[in-house]
């Protein structure tokens, strides 16, 4: 187990996304155990990375659902392409097929449409299904998840219940933006991720921005963690801390010394809300300088 | 660590899980032994890891679980994170007894005060109506006492139940969505055979409660407890937690079954009715622990206290500022209000009341069914 930890780690960083022990036992378990695994964390801090690189280090096809309020099973799970359904029935009309017959030339898996959740359960190489912020869609929805995370099949009426060609890995995220049921969780693994401790955002930094001097970047990662610990509405999450890093670059910067005015104009990197703009002012920037100096 | 050996210990970790209230179900149990089995010698941290993974439901259920794991696990080993939760400044004043001052004057004054009154069941009106219009003090009746405090338990599931009517009328929908009709009426050829209405999305609200459980609150609180309680069991999603001079969090304790288990519970381990209140201390180390965690834009805050603060009014008056930029709204229900010869001092109304949608009395079961009316009431 030790070397296999070690092995997933090694490649999970050669894709560029630097991961703990403790997620790497959870991709282990999803994918010995066949279970879903829920990520809950901050928006920023890499959630949605965790499916995309899983695709990638297992060579198999990343298939996302971004979850929404207002989505159903037509947009998730399939439809019937009824333009041509109409057609076939009117080109039909002066032939001699019973009705029977008709119907089920009308009702085949040639004016099916597959949307994401049922293409994932049909492709031959085992794929990441990626079901983006669950919090954001209707518990309704919600609830026909359950069959399909639970039994790993999709009932049609008009076809019956397809059962899965392959299990695929599937990674649901969520913001907390709204509670999510107990069944739901009852059926997943659970991981929460959090902020990245200072050694790790540096690494992250280092493999994501190759071009990124030793010394700023470590002045960057201690400024983002100093600025985590005050008091904002959002703070700045791992991808809040690259772009951030992207533009001092940008603009030439090697040290933060000295440079507070440039900092003070980049913070929109960092900052998402204006009352947070308001709270990282000049003299807090100077004061979060100093101390990372 | 040999897991083949340790496998009456595991399940024994999954009961205290389950005792800490974690929902762990046989399959999660059967996944553990199954994930454990296939390394022979699984080490401390992959053991940890697999067991958070399968276990934990959230993030809450997730902060705590290291020390349940190091607790159970390895009690010999000192715990690395563990210290007194309480603030410094908290911890002084626990310390100093006697007279506590602060918003409304001196609770210990109030006290006795009411220890000085009397009060019997009142007559004329039926047994319901007087237990519901009683101030819980003058129940003295030890039957009409547990009715009161059944009937505050069963007035918060009213908002649930208020919630789901809504929800059902709604439903038949009396406004057609056009989009959709069409959208999902092709396979009749466009006719709206079968019309999709726009419902009103309602939620459940989420709730935050913050109970104090000081010595001035001793005569309220079986009321209020039952009460809490109440809400915290009709919506799953809502957090209890307690305090006096500090602050813990009590949402397994109040998700209890038993309500003596429970009061055993929160008796044994925090020391309840004791010593005077830090308000603002509390709602600021709530704030500080678990506000980014708990807390949301559509969250209610509900305080149940009397006020009596040995904090400064302005300290309290700018942490209820904050904690409101950072919730949808905050109801606090004080026992004080509603009886003879109590006002709110300027201070509060000043400084506090401000940051409120609802400050209301909640010495009777009537009051807290007004109140509970009035917030069935918000969007």
Redesign the interface.
């Known amino acids: 187990?030790?070397n296999r930890?070690e092995e997933l780690q090694a490649r999970l960083k050669a894709t560029g996304y630097i991961a703990d022990?403790?997620l790497i036992?959870?991709l282990l378990?999803m994918q010995?155990?066949g279970?879903p695994l829920l990520i809950?964390g901050e928006a920023g801090v890499g959630k949605t990375e965790v499916a995309k690189v899983l695709a990638q280090v297992n060579g198999c096809e990343l298939i996302r659902l971004q979850c929404y309020?207002g989505l159903d099973s037509?947009a998730s799970v399939y439809e019937?392409n009824?333009?041509h359904?109409?057609l076939s029935i009117k080109l039909l009309e002066g032939s001699s097929e019973s009705l029977a017959q008709r119907e089920a030339h009308v009702f085949n898996e040639q004016y099916l449409l597959e949307r994401p959740l049922l293409r994932a359960i049909r492709r031959p190489q085992s794929p990441v299904l990626l079901i983006d912020e669950i919090d954001r869609s209707?518990?309704a929805f919600e609830a026909f998840l359950l069959e399909l995370l639970s039994d790993y099949q999709i009932t049609i009426p008009e076809l019956g219940t397809i059962r899965a060609v392959t299990i695929p890995r599937v990674v649901l995220t969520s913001n907390?933006?709204?509670?999510l049921s107990?069944a739901l969780?009852?059926r997943c693994?659970?991981?929460?991720l959090d902020y990245p401790d200072p050694g790790k955002e540096l690494l992250i930094i280092r493999s994501r921005i190759p071009g990124v001097g030793e010394h700023l970047s470590s002045q960057i990662v201690m400024f983002v963690q100093k600025l985590r610990g005050t008091d904002l509405r959002k703070?700045p999450g791992v991808a809040e801390t690259l772009d951030w890093t992207a533009a001092l670059l940008g603009l030439g910067v090697l040290d933060l010394k000295d440079n507070a005015a440039i900092i003070h104009q980049t913070r929109a990197c960092l900052l998402k809300t204006q009352d947070d703009m308001a709270v990282v002012g000049k003299s807090l920037i100077n004061h979060l300088v100093e101390a990372v100096l | 660590m040999n897991v083949q050996g340790v496998e009456h210990r595991l399940l024994g970790f999954v009961n205290h899980l389950r005792q800490e209230g974690y929902?762990i179900?046989v399959q999660?149990t059967l996944?553990t032994m199954?994930?454990l089995n296939?390394?022979a010698l699984?080490?401390e941290?992959?053991t940890r890891?697999?067991l958070?993974?399968?276990t934990?439901?959230?993030?809450t259920e997730?902060?705590r679980f290291d020390e349940l794991f190091r607790a159970y696990w390895f009690p010999e080993r000192p715990d690395p994170g563990k210290k007194d939760t309480t603030p410094p400044h908290a911890q002084r004043r626990r310390l100093r007894s006697g007279g506590i001052a602060g918003i409304g004057g001196s609770s210990q004054e109030y006290e006795d005060t009411v220890r000085d009154m009397t009060g019997i069941l009142g007559a004329g009106a039926g047994r319901q109506r007087t237990i519901t219009r009683a101030d819980f003090r003058f129940l003295n009746d030890r039957q009409a006492a547990q009715e009161a405090e059944s009937l505050a338990e069963r007035l918060a599931d009213y908002w649930r139940r208020r919630l789901k009517r809504r929800f059902l009328i709604s439903r038949h929908g009396r406004k057609i969505d056009m989009r959709r009709t069409l959208?999902?009426n092709?396979?009749f050829?466009g006719l709206p055979v079968n019309p999709l209405y726009l419902r009103r999305?309602r939620?459940p609200p989420?709730i935050v409660i913050l109970h104090d459980v000081s010595h001035s609150m001793a005569w309220n609180n079986p009321l209020l407890f039952r009460f809490a309680r109440g809400l915290v069991r009709a919506f799953?999603?809502s957090e209890a937690f307690a305090f006096h001079t500090r602050l813990f969090r009590v949402t397994p304790l109040y998700r209890e079954r038993s309500l003596e288990i429970m009061r055993q519970r929160l008796e044994a381990r925090n020391h309840l009715w004791l010593g005077g209140t830090c308000i603002a201390d509390s709602l600021r180390y709530f704030l500080d622990h678990f506000g980014?965690l708990l807390l949301?834009p559509y969250t209610t805050v509900i305080i149940l206290s009397d006020g009596f603060d040995t904090n400064d009014p302005v300290q309290l008056g700018k942490t209820l500022e904050f904690l409101k930029s950072r919730v949808k709204r905050i109801v606090w229900l004080n026992p004080m209000l509603g009886r003879d010869g109590y006002r709110p001092d300027d201070d509060f109304m000043r400084l506090v009341a401000p940051s409120m949608e609802l400050l209301a009395p909640a010495h009777s079961v009537g009051a807290l069914e007004n109140a509970i009316r009035h917030m069935a009431t918000f969007r």
Do not use: F, K
């Open positions: 187990m030790h930890i022990r403790a036992t959870t378990l010995d155990l279970r809950e309020e037509n019937w009824y333009t359904q109409l209707d518990e907390g933006t709204r509670e107990d969780r009852r693994l659970y991981h929460y703070r | 929902t179900g999660e996944d199954h994930a296939l390394t699984p080490e941290d992959y890891h697999v958070r993974s399968l934990c439901r959230d993030h997730w902060r959208r999902g092709l396979r050829g999305r939620e989420h799953p999603a980014r949301r």
